[in-house]
Every structure is written in C-alpha cells, then in structure tokens.
C-alpha cells in the first residue's frame, strides 16, 4: 500500500517535470490497473528524475513540510493538560490566627518536569498532522502517515534537559527502500486437452463398368475407291467415323481385309468421336472393315462389317 501510495503521488506531482512520465499516463482516471503500475514502476526505476521525485516525496521530513498547519482538536487538548494537572501534588491547607494573619507560608507549587512538556509538544504535532491528511481525503496519505508514525513511535523518549528554552521535538530521518514488485503469475484458465484430427474415411470405390461402349452413327467418305496406280478419278483412301459412348474411357480402332489387302490403325477421338482412314490398295477387290471400341474395364465391342470396293484400271 506505501509503495503503490508513493507512486500515484509521484504519478500526480511529476508530470510536469517528465514529459515520458506524462506520456504514459494521458489518460489516467487517478486509479491504477495493474499494466499502468507496472509500466509506471519499470518508469521510475530507470528515470532519473522521477527517482529524485521518489526520494523526496518518501522523505518524512517532506511529508511534515508539506502538511498544512492545522489546530489539534479541542479534545486531544484537553486530555493533554488534564493529565499534566493530575500530576501536580494539592498545595498544603494554610491556617490563619486569631489577628488574621496566615500561620504558615503555603507550599510552593512544583513545576512540572520538562520531558512531560515535551511528550505533550509531539502529541500535539502528531495529531494536528493526522488531521490535515484524513481532510485531505487520500488514502495513500493517511498510509505513509502510518508509517511515519511507526517509525516515531519505535525512537527513544525525549530526555529531561535543564535548559529553560522549550524543548524541540527532532524526528530521527528514516530510509525508505521500494521494494521489487515480482509479475503476477498467470494462473492457467483449466486443463488444455488437444483434440485428435478428424479423420475423413476416403468414398467407396465406384463399381465396376461391366457396360461395354455403344458405338453409333458410323459414317465413311467413299464406298468406291481406285487402286493406287490408277487415276480414274476415285478417291484412293477411305476415311471413316464413329461416335463412342461409354462410362469409362475407351480406345477405338478400325480394322479391314479382303483381295486389295488386309490391316488395322488406331482411331484417333475428339469427344465422342473417333475417325481413321485407310486405303492406297495395289489391286482391286472388294473388302469389308469393322470398328472396335474397348473401356478401362476391358469390355469390347465390334460393329458390323461394311464394305468398300476398289476397282482396278482401267475402271
């Protein structure tokens, strides 16, 4: 509570000296989160001013200097002199003769002795000082006076002296040390618990295609072709097409025989649509061709054959 006193008070009067100090807390309501007083605190450890600042403000001579002269309460000063009269011994009864006169001189009254004096002067001191900070309504104030009066009450009586000056009331200059705020722990919320990874089963493997290819609207260029050293004016090659449908990829061929000769080539697909062409026979004749389609499953399926005449020359 003193360390956190002093440092609203040097949060309060060193702003103006300190332009860091002022930076750091625009903004401030007068309340401390426990980020601003940290960040206050690392601030007057490494500034050289605000440590001047510290030192001043934790001084209890300061603290005396700077309370305002108030009147001790009525009440504390009745109870002061109360009980120095009750010290006092009754002076002696005095008898008078018969003419008038007194009989015997009185007692002279004795003086009360000076380190009572003294202690009266302190309490007096003290408690105009407890009176000026609990008006001034700061709590961090009314803990240093705490402090103040702790280490005052802890010093040695004042002692009698026989000097006839009053007696002045020296409080002993005590050493103030800021102890080191540790960081709060951050105590953690609950137990983590790390979840495992969804695993995502791969999908079922499609079923097999046991569907062989449709093939459809089979069409060819000629039906009529010349041999290959006869110019009659027929087409020497024949180019024909097939549409291909199947749920799996599929490669086409087209395949021919007969007297002008026999072979096979690869149709090559656009789509659904897979052509070829064949021809250049050395004799004429007629042949017949078919076209195969076969799917990654390994199903197949022929067409019809169909055929082609090559005549020879002269036609």
């Known amino acids: 509570m003193v360390v956190n006193g002093l440092r609203k008070k040097i949060a309060r009067l060193g ?12 903004g401030w309501d007068g309340r401390f989160s426990p980020i601003l007083r940290k960040r206050v605190a690392r601030h007057i450890d490494a500034c050289d001013v605000c440590t001047e600042r510290k030192a001043a403000v934790a001084s209890p001579l ?9 009147p001790a309460p009525a009440e504390l000063r009745s109870r002061v ?3 120095i009269a009750g010290d006092a011994e009754p002076a002696q009864p005095i008898s008078f003769t ?3 006169f007194a009989a015997a001189e009185p007692t002279p009254i004795r003086r009360r002795p000076r380190w009572l ?4 002067a302190a309490l007096l001191l003290l408690g105009g000082l407890a009176t000026a900070l609990a008006m001034s309504g700061d709590d961090d104030d009314q803990t240093q006076l705490a402090a103040v009066e702790g280490s005052t009450s802890t010093s040695e009586e004042p002692t009698a002296t026989t000097d006839t000056t009053q007696p002045i009331l020296m409080l002993p200059p005590t050493t103030t040390t800021t102890p080191e705020v540790a960081p709060p722990t951050v105590e953690p919320e609950g137990p983590t618990t790390t979840k495992a990874p969804v695993v995502i089963p791969p999908p079922p493997p499609p079923p097999p295609d046991t569907t062989p290819p449709v093939i459809s609207s089979v069409t060819q260029s000629a039906s009529t072709l010349s041999t290959a050293s006869c110019d009659n004016g027929l087409p020497k090659v024949v180019n024909v097409s097939a549409n291909v449908s199947d749920a799996s990829p599929v490669t086409a061929s087209v ?3 007969g007297p002008p000769g026999s072979g096979s080539t690869a149709m090559t697909g656009s789509g659904s649509t897979y052509s070829a062409s064949f021809g250049n026979f050395p004799v004429g004749g007629d042949l017949t061709y078919r076209i195969t389609a076969t ?5 197949t399926t022929t067409t019809s054959p169909r055929t082609v005449t090559v005549n020879p020359c002269p036609g």
């Open 15 to 26: 702003r103006e000296e300190c332009e860091e100090l002022d930076a750091i807390l625009i």
């Open 62 to 70: 300061a603290l005396l200097a700077a309370a305002p002269l108030v």
């Open 81 to 83: 002199l109360d009980g």
């Open 98 to 100: 018969r003419d008038g």
């Open 117 to 120: 004096v003294g202690v009266a």
């Open 255 to 257: 395949s021919w025989s």
């Open 295 to 299: 799917d990654a499953a390994g199903s």
